[in-house]
T-cell receptor, first 113, second 114 residues
Framework: AAGVIQSPRHLIKEKRETATLKCYPI?????VYWYQQGPGQDPQFLIS???????DKGSIPDRFSAQQFSDYHSELNMSSLELGDSALYFC????????????FGPGTRLTVT | DQQVKQNSPSLSVQEGRISILNCDYT??????FLWYKKYPAEGPTFLIS?????DKNEDGRFTVFLNKSAKHLSLHIVPSQPGDSAVYFC?????????????FGGGTRVLVKP
């Protein structure tokens, strides 16, 4: 079965650079979520989109922005990167009617040096 | 305010025995709890969920019990298999008005010994 695809899987950036993370949800899933997992921490919700509109916002820094496109894929844009942004970034998708089942991608490991 | 807590950071169990993972919550505003399993360098894998109107949900080797009066839920895995060795997260989905985002507990690392 198709799963959530995230690219790239690994990304190394320097401080103050910009990064773009991509997420391709499971086919027919209309909702996308972004989570950040720091070292030794549990995943923290960043932002979500339903039908290309932002549906909820968590602890996402103002330096980050995201959007969902017409094909339902989503991109997380991160600017002025800081060392503390180093983390695993997960994307999850679900069907709006089955919100209680969120399926996660493999994650993008971002390292800021 | 940590709304979801998994007080046991690790659990070791013999293959074939039962694994019991616990999760406590503080905010009663929820309608679903979910359990995820996570291997290193992979995304969380959805295991099972339970709605607030139920006290038990079963799917194969996995059973989740919800005790609303104690604000406690548990995941039972029986029989445990070596492939079950992973980190398990419980997660709370807020009430619909709060959106569909999940709030995760800190995770419990399970080791199933052959």
């Amino acid at each position: 079965a198709a799963g959530v695809i995230q690219s790239p899987r690994h990304l190394i950036k320097e401080k103050r650079e910009t990064a773009t993370l991509k997420c391709y949800p499971i086919p027919r899933h209309d909702t996308v979520y972004w989570y950040q997992q720091g070292p030794g921490q549990d995943p923290q919700f960043l932002i979500s989109f339903y039908e290309k509109m932002q549906s909820d916002k968590g602890s996402i820094p103002d330096r980050f922005s995201a959007q969902q496109f017409s094909d339902y894929h989503s991109e997380l844009n991160m600017s002025s990167l800081e060392l503390g942004d180093s983390a695993l970034y997960f994307c999850a998708s679900s069907l709006e009617g089955r919100f209680y089942e969120q399926y996660f991608g493999p994650g993008t490991r971002l390292t800021v040096t | 305010d940590q709304q979801v807590k998994q007080n046991s950071p690790s659990l070791s169990v013999q293959e074939g025995r039962i694994s019991i993972l616990n999760c406590d919550y503080t905010n009663s505003m929820f309608d679903y709890f979910l359990w995820y399993k996570k291997y290193p360098a992979e995304g969380p894998t959805f295991l099972i969920s339970i709605s607030s109107i139920k006290d038990k949900n079963e799917d194969g080797r996995f059973t989740v019990f919800l005790n609303k009066s104690a604000k406690h839920l548990s995941l039972h895995i029986v029989p445990s298999q070596p492939g079950d060795s992973a980190v398990y997260f419980c997660a709370k989905r807020g009430a619909k008005a709060a959106g569909n985002k999940l709030t995760f507990g800190g995770g419990t690392r399970v080791l199933v010994k052959p």
